[in-house]
């Protein structure tokens, strides 16, 4: 590329091309030498405007630590994408843009006149609308905006002199399909000055046909109304692919409509690239015979910063410049510059191309995506659409295939409800999962509002900014099959983990239709107001701990802590299941563990009070103990000289008495028993932890919740062989019985040969009771006893 922008005449064009090379390199470099981040410091760099200026270099380096951020405190942040020589080449229209700006104004004239021409051609010729006009706007619905404008000025002659009074007499009507983008009417109510009155809604088909679709019926039935009070219709807005999923409108019915009342038809959407293809659907090819229509080459060709195009047909250009679709500013026509630079460098077969491979990625998807049970696509046309919609379904048990999002007669609404909430949590989860597995789809997860949330695949919006290729589109479905066990396992442990929940004392189950995982449980302590909504501190370091031992089994589940839905309260979120959990032993784990944890924390709470208690008790028994010394002594042996005296003639044999303190039975003892006998004593047995009613044994290696049972046929005679021998070698080394006792089940021996034994042991047995009496050393009682 360099030698070729050395055959460039003009120096500043080839200045330009060049430097523009080299400020995209520098741009898209991520790599910060450390020369480079040594000038971070704010004393090195100087403020923008002072002294003499900086060079582009510098304002280069400026602009790309804006772009990256700081690498230390964000590793994984975004970085610019790769947009390729093409994206160079619609960047360098802007800057050539600027630069022609600068030309004389006759030159100027020529230029942008052809460059408008040229791009409007090659645009109609593509995409197929002969004898068409462009308008080139930034704003993706402004030139839907500009249309509506057209359209009043043609319909309403006087609106011009008279103004919004014409349209008070005769109020026009727009009218947008329910599937339509969101905020679509209401931007362009604010940017025509007209009330939302004038917006009319359609709902799609129910009965016939696709639920996406617009209902032309009921359409009908709309306009005669409107007409019969008075008002005027005036634009249609019809969609070649919804934004949602990407279906098309009965638009040659539509169009039959429009001229049989005098509006005016637009259409819109992703499905229109397909027109440039040479194998178009009738559906989208009667958007060729409309009054106008959007399209977005940017997105579709991977091309950045290139406008949006609205084709139009119109024979009077003094209207279409009052409603500013057309300009006389040059300065106006030179935005389709950086369309018309890379329109040339991609060439038809470039263009079709691009287009091509979006589709045929689409076509890649659903023949994998057909393959993997549980998963419903929701496309219109599978031959031609570019658009796959698809999600997780369970079907329900002992009933046809049915998606659960569809509510059944016979089922509850609130077992529907609670249904279509769980499945569509299932399925955020399964498109972010996917999302992170393999980003290069470009995939988006959508609510719609009869399938419930649906993830939506568009490789014409995101394929050729992403670089999206057939191998990660294999990657996808490989990546939705392996994550179809844990969906199917979770539904179904769902509904028996809330019934354990219920039937559990002290636990609560927490309805959370966000919660993809197993479900939600609250821990009821003792203090618990069951009333408020406010945040519970003890509650709170109940779960926090509970959450921590929870963590410390290792075993498959995730374990979360955070809010009630709804509320402030703490609760505990148990995550996904990938294998086949015991939901009986999850659910006593969590009960007797915060049982204990409650337990515990009620233990500390008391222990500084029951230790001030008896400080205080032990101090008022010790000054009484030292009042009762001193009268037993009598008041000679208190003197010094006098009681030494006393205390050499006649000792007093006193008893060491002091007092101690039983921290599990919270009361005082004496310490009598301790100095007489030296024994220390033992207290009140501590009360047992609480534990399980179950004590459950598991295999070597086996994690716990894991059920032991399910699966044993898979396994060999020798493992279950081994197996069973350690689980006997634990039993016998826990609490093996004596070798003589004989087992409850065996033969008992004969009567000649039992009662010589039973002799022998019950003459030990005495022989060993008087032996301990004979052999016992005796303790003197002391004196003060006596």
């Known amino acids: 590329m360099d030698a070729s922008l050395e055959k460039i005449a003009d120096p500043t064009l080839a200045e330009m091309g060049k430097n523009l090379k080299e400020a995209m390199k520098m741009l898209e470099d991520s790599q910060r030498t450390e020369e480079e981040n040594g000038k971070k410091s704010s004393g090195d760099i100087p403020g923008p405007l002072q002294g003499s200026g900086q060079d582009m270099v510098s304002l280069l380096q400026l602009v790309q630590n804006l772009m990256h951020g700081d690498e230390d405190e964000e590793p994984q942040s975004a970085r610019i994408q790769n947009i390729g020589e093409q994206g160079h080449i619609a960047l360098l229209g802007h800057s050539l843009g600027a630069y022609i700006s600068t030309l004389d104004k006759e030159k100027l004239r020529k230029l942008t006149t052809r460059i408008l021409s040229d791009t409007t051609l090659w645009l109609c010729r593509i995409f197929r609308y002969e004898n068409g006009c462009a308008y080139f706007h930034e704003e993706e619905r402004e030139g839907l905006a500009k249309i509506c404008r057209l359209a009043i000025h043609s319909r309403y002659e006087d609106f011009v002199v008279d103004g919004f009074n014409v349209l008070y007499n005769k109020k026009p009507v727009i009218y947008l399909s329910a599937a339509a983008r969101p905020g679509l009417g209401q931007y362009l109510c604010n940017q025509l000055g007209l009330p939302f009155p004038c917006l009319c809604r359609v709902p799609c088909n129910t009965m016939f046909g696709s639920q996406h679709q617009m209902d032309v019926a009921f359409l009908e039935k709309l306009i005669k109304d409107d007409i019969e009070r008075g008002k005027l219709p005036l634009l249609l807005v019809a969609n070649a692919g919804t934004a949602a999923v990407?279906?098309?409108?009965?638009?040659?019915?539509?169009?039959?409509?429009?001229e049989q009342y005098g509006m005016w038809l637009h259409v819109e959407g992703v499905n229109l690239a397909t027109l440039a293809l040479g194998y178009v659907s009738s559906s989208v090819?009667?958007?060729?015979?409309?009054?106008?229509?959007?399209?977005?080459?940017?997105?579709?060709?991977?091309?950045?910063?290139?406008?949006?195009?609205?084709?139009?047909?119109?024979?009077?250009?003094?209207?279409?410049?009052?409603?500013?679709?057309?300009?006389?500013?040059?300065v106006d026509k030179l935005r389709a510059l950086p369309l018309w630079l890379s329109l040339q460098y991609l060439g038809l077969d470039g263009i079709v191309e691009r287009i091509k491979h979006a589709c045929q990625l689409s076509q890649r998807l659903q023949e994998g995506l057909k393959k993997v049970n549980h998963i419903k696509i929701l496309v219109e046309d599978e031959l031609s659409s570019p658009v796959v919609v698809f999600r997780f379904f369970q079907e329900l048990p002992g009933s046809d295939p049915v998606p659960r999002a569809v509510s059944m007669p016979s089922a509850a609404p609130s077992a529907v409800g609670r249904e279509r909430h769980c499945c569509d949590a299932l399925n955020r989860w399964l498109g972010e999962q996917l999302r992170q597995l393999v980003p290069t789809s470009g995939l988006t997860v959508m609510d719609l509002e009869v399938e419930g949330v649906c993830i939506r695949f568009s490789p014409l919006m995101t394929a050729a900014v992403l670089g999206t290729r057939g191998e990660d589109v294999d990657q996808l479905v490989a990546c939705a099959q392996s994550k179809l066990p844990v969906l199917t396992c979770t539904l179904q442990l769902r509904e028996e983990f809330k019934q354990e929940v219920t039937a559990t004392a002290g636990l609560l189950h927490v309805d959370d239709p966000n919660w993809p995982g197993i479900?939600?449980?609250?821990?009821?302590?003792?203090?618990?107001?069951?009333?408020?909504?406010?945040?519970?501190?003890?509650?709170?370091?109940?779960?926090?701990?509970?959450?921590?031992?929870?963590?410390?089994?290792?075993?498959?589940?995730?374990?979360?802590?955070?809010?009630e839905y709804k509320s402030m309260k703490s609760c505990i979120y148990i995550g996904m299941a990938s294998d086949d959990v015991d939901i009986s032993e999850l659910v006593e784990t969590i009960a007797v563990t915060a049982r204990e944890i409650e337990e515990n924390s009620r233990l500390l709470e008391n222990m500084t009070e029951v230790v001030r208690k008896g400080i205080q008790e032990a101090q008022v028994q010790l000054q009484k103990a030292n009042e009762e010394r001193l009268l037993e002594e009598g008041v000679l042996r208190q003197i010094p000289v006098v009681?030494?005296?006393?205390?050499?003639?006649s000792p007093v044999q006193a008893s060491q008495k002091g007092r101690t303190f039983n921290l599990t039975a919270g009361s005082l003892e004496s310490t009598e028993h301790t100095y007489v006998y030296k024994v220390q004593g033992t207290g009140v047995t501590p009360p047992q932890t609480p534990t399980g009613t179950r004590t459950k044994q598991r295999l070597p290696g086996q994690k716990p919740f894991r059920r032991s049972l399910r699966g044993s046929d898979a396994l060999s005679e020798t493992s279950s062989v081994s197996h069973s021998e350690d689980l006997e070698k634990a039993e016998q080394l826990s609490g093996a019985p004596e070798p003589d006792t004989p087992e409850p089940g065996g033969p008992e021996p004969p009567p000649s040969t039992r009662a010589p034994q039973d002799a022998e042991q019950t003459g030990a047995l005495q022989s060993g009771a008087q032996r301990p009496e004979d052999n016992r050393p005796q303790v003197e009682e002391p004196e003060s006893l006596r």
């Not at 107001?529 to 031992?549: T, V």
């Open 246 to 258: 990407g279906h098309t409108d009965k638009i040659g019915r539509l169009k039959e409509l429009c």
């Open 285 to 330: 090819l009667a958007a060729t015979k409309c009054d106008s229509m959007t399209l977005t080459p940017g997105p579709w060709l991977g091309l950045p910063a290139v406008p949006a195009v609205t084709l139009y047909k119109h024979d009077d250009p003094a209207l279409t410049l009052v409603a500013g679709l057309t300009s006389n500013k040059p």
């Open 519 to 563: 479900g939600v449980v609250r821990y009821e302590h003792a203090n618990d107001d069951k009333s408020s909504l406010k945040l519970d501190p003890e509650g709170e370091k109940i779960h926090a701990a509970l959450l921590k031992k929870l963590n410390e089994l290792e075993s498959d589940l995730t374990f979360k802590m955070g809010p």
């Open 643 to 649: 009681g030494s005296v006393l205390n050499w003639f």
